[in-house]
């Protein structure tokens, strides 16, 4: 905000808070300007927000960027409510929009188009992180911007190119963040060993810290591509120790034809090979994506790429469901494959003309359940015997065909639905005596062998209580920090009991991280 930053605050809330209660804390700091940056996750209630700032409040004035407000200027409601919308970036234009006017001079076009500037000529925002989000956030950082992918389902793929920051003042400000106590690192760039040489030199500046100090420990999150890994790389990767990496790898799809179709350019080999050996000669946590309803793509296939995911052992693997983000290329395809998007946020598809209504129901439950199952990391012992890669002994392994392992896990997800009902929340102890009572109850697995796996796991989960299942009181550990528990639960072996031995493959988890600084989507000036 150059001249104007010690007249600025920064508000930021949670999803969920209640719209007279957020204008109520904007207003406290008297503003003249109030700008919002836009996304599908706080659209709807950035909306609500706005409209009730422009009836109790009309003189303050209302400024509107971010992506979700960039393209389809038109078509939105909201920035009917809006004084003025920025579109593109902001770094420079919000700050000059804001001087305007704060002089009287406001510009006459309403919708102006955001000034890209070279990274390397931004203020950087690292010195306004506050010493709490140091000490008890994940800081958002970025060593560059844009992407060179046109993938059509990403609004990177608009961008020409990625363009990095300066490596040595990046590294520098690293530097400064890192002394005034920040270890929580998550790098927003799209492509992060795109360039080797830089990936190299930030890999070192963190594996430098934490072989110099052992017991302070420090985590970084980088975006992977996953068909390029040169040795350089690998080689600094492999000496980080357990819970200091967490790579997020998209492979969305395998299938060679919808790669073609959404403009993916991706070595399905390499990115295969690299999987597999990130997972056997590194402690990174993997955390892979796959999207479901892309054009062209029908049950079969999409089960067939899940189950070659899962046979990599992933410690999560995030099933999500296709979005028509505003502006992205993807929006072509819609009457060729009679894609069908919901209107309002996160305008998830709803149909395609492979996958019908109930079908994308279908797997959007899939989603929920095994986030719950297999990405909370509490059933690890037990979810081979659930996916049936893991044989009864003396049988055989039940999912050997392509898909096998997903249409398992879809049939217990269907059963898990129609037993507790789709939209209401489980307790993790419930979640325990529900797939209990599949595995037992509907001969998948026998009775003292359910009991035995699932008692292993709920131990090692550090849960507290005990589930109607167990007949002799387990309690875990409990305690410890919010912040990582779930990649936690993946450091180890599975402790599974001698009669029901898993097959070596993890269980895929979802991390949740600690809350993140770095992008205030709220700015009072």
């Given at each position: 905000m150059g001249a104007l930053q010690p007249r600025c605050a920064i508000a930021e809330f949670v999803i969920g808070a209640r719209t007279e209660w957020l204008a109520e804390r904007i207003l406290?700091?008297?503003?003249?300007?109030?700008?919002?940056g836009v996304y599908i996750w706080n659209a709807d209630e950035t909306a609500r927000l706005v409209a009730v700032l422009r009836r109790v409040a009309p003189e303050v004035t209302v400024v509107l960027g971010g992506p979700e407000v960039s393209h389809e200027t038109d078509a939105q409601p909201m920035l009917r409510d809006a004084h003025f919308v920025i579109t593109g970036p902001g770094d420079v234009t919000f700050a000059k929009l804001c001087r305007q006017l704060l002089d009287g001079?406001?510009?006459?076009?309403?919708?102006?188009?955001?000034?890209?500037?070279?990274?390397?000529?931004?203020?950087?925002?690292?010195?306004?992180?506050?010493d709490d989000d140091l000490r008890h956030r994940i800081l958002y950082v970025e060593a560059s911007r844009g992407c060179p992918f046109k993938c059509e389902f990403c609004l990177s793929s608009l961008d020409r190119t990625a363009v990095p920051f300066d490596p040595e003042r990046f590294l520098a400000q690293m530097s400064r963040l890192y002394e005034r106590g920040a270890r929580l690192f998550k790098f927003v760039d799209r492509t992060f060993n795109l360039r080797v040489a830089t990936g190299e030199a930030i890999l070192r500046f963190f594996l430098e810290r934490i072989e110099a100090s052992p017991g302070d420990p420090v985590y970084a999150h980088f975006e992977l591509i996953p068909d390029h890994l040169p040795d350089r790389l690998r080689a600094l990767i492999a000496r980080f120790p357990a819970g200091a990496l967490q790579f997020e790898i998209g492979i969305q799809t395998w299938n060679p034809q919808v790669q073609t179709l959404i403009s993916r350019r991706q070595d399905n080999a390499k990115a295969e090979a690299n999987l597999a050996w990130l997972r056997a000669h590194t402690h990174a946590h993997l955390h892979v994506d796959l999207i479901a309803g892309l054009p062209g793509e029908d049950l079969a296939s999409f089960a067939a790429g899940f189950d070659r995911l899962h046979a990599l052992g992933p410690h999560e693997i995030q099933v999500g469901i296709l979005k028509r983000l505003r502006g992205a290329p993807i929006a072509r395809h819609a009457e060729a494959f009679a894609l069908r998007f919901n209107p309002a946020p996160p305008y998830n598809?709803?149909?395609?003309d492979r996958l019908p209504f109930p079908a994308m129901q279908r797997i959007a439950r899939f989603a929920r359940h095994w986030d719950l199952v297999a990405n909370s990391g509490r059933f690890?012992?037990?979810?081979?015997v659930l996916l049936g890669v893991d044989a009864?002994?003396?049988?055989?392994?039940a999912a050997d065909a392509p898909g096998a392992r997903f249409e398992r896990f879809m049939a217990f997800s269907e059963w898990l639905a129609t037993r507790t009902g789709d939209s209401t929340p489980l307790s993790a102890e419930r979640l325990y005596e529900a797939v209990h009572q599949w595995l037992s109850g509907t001969g998948h697995c026998d009775r003292g062998r359910a009991d035995a796996l699932l008692a292993a796991d709920y131990a090692a989960s550090g849960l507290h209580g005990r589930p109607a299942f167990l007949r002799c009181g387990l309690r875990g550990s409990g305690g410890g920090s919010a912040a990582l528990k779930r990649q936690a639960r993946f450091a180890g072996p599975a402790q599974v009991p001698a009669e029901g031995r898993a097959s070596g493959v993890d269980a895929p988890a979802e991390a949740h991280a600690p809350d993140e600084a770095g992008r205030p989507f709220h700015k009072v000036v």
């Open positions: 406290e700091h008297a503003p003249r300007i109030v700008g919002f001079d406001p510009p006459p076009a309403r919708v102006i188009a955001g000034e890209a500037v070279a990274p390397d000529a931004l203020e950087p925002p690292y010195p306004y992180f506050s598809v709803l149909s395609t690890r012992a037990t979810l081979p009864q002994p003396g049988g055989a392994a």
